[in-house]
């Protein structure tokens, strides 16, 4: 069966900081990717998706870049956060077949002080 | 650009009530809807797939209609209990993308 894996859990992390959050999925090959974002009182955002390796789709100009190193491996990251990127970032991954449902992880908690 | 509403906000009902929550969405070119439950702090969990072919959808005391031509979805609750309490999220897949609506917050009284 196939899982996703999403860490960590919590951070707190000061302004200007850099950043790195990795999601991996296990048991299925060539997945579609994403990255969403919640911020306190507002709905889900999509961040970023990744139909491919190398392949990376932005859909928010904004301080946050992904990367898709490996197939089923979708990193996000950041030189230097701002306050306003705390929030709950989401992983997701989709089999990319019109008929799949899409799997989200467990999420990490970012803080940014 | 895929835009989805969910009404109401919020809800609050005593046990045994079924529940009601509405979804609409403006781009009827849907692969499929999927509902989702958020526990407060927690990721998502899938609780229902509609493929754009299908009317409904159902599972133990959940039921999710699909209507493409009117852009709206309904999620049932059949006689509700406080495990229930969580927002309930309904999101639209197009285009490799699943768009998502501000969500439903239930909370069920014992």
């Known amino acids: 069966s196939q899982t996703i894996h999403q860490w960590p859990a919590t951070l707190v992390q000061p302004v200007g900081s850099p950043l790195s959050l990795e999601c991996t999925v296990e048991g299925t090959s060539n997945p579609n990717l994403y990255w969403y974002r919640q911020a306190a009182g507002r709905g889900l955002q999509l961040l970023f998706y990744s139909v491919g390796i190398g392949q990376i789709s932005s859909e928010v100009p904004q301080n946050l870049s992904a990367s898709r190193p490996q197939d089923r491996q979708f990193i996000l990251s950041s030189k230097k956060l701002l306050l306003s990127d705390s929030g709950f970032y989401l992983c997701?991954?989709?089999?990319?077949?019109?008929?799949?449902?899409?799997?989200f992880g467990s999420g990490t908690r970012l803080t940014v002080v | 650009k895929q835009e989805v509403t969910q009404i109401p906000a919020a809800l609050s009902v005593p046990e045994g009530e079924n529940l009601v929550l509405n979804c609409s969405f403006t781009d009827s070119a849907i692969y499929n809807l999927q509902w989702f439950r958020q526990d407060p702090g927690k990721g998502l969990t899938s609780l229902l797939l509609i493929q754009s072919s299908q009317r409904e959808q159902t599972s133990g005391r959940l039921n999710a209609s699909l209507d493409k031509s009117s852009g709206r979805s309904t999620l049932y609750i059949a006689a509700s209990q406080p495990g229930d309490s969580a927002t309930y999220l309904c999101?639209?897949?197009?285009?490799?993308?699943?768009?998502f609506g501000a969500g439903t917050t239930v909370t069920v009284r014992a």
């Open positions: 997701a991954w989709n089999a990319g077949r019109e008929n799949y449902g899409y799997t």
């Open positions: 999101a639209g897949a197009n285009d490799y993308k699943l768009s």
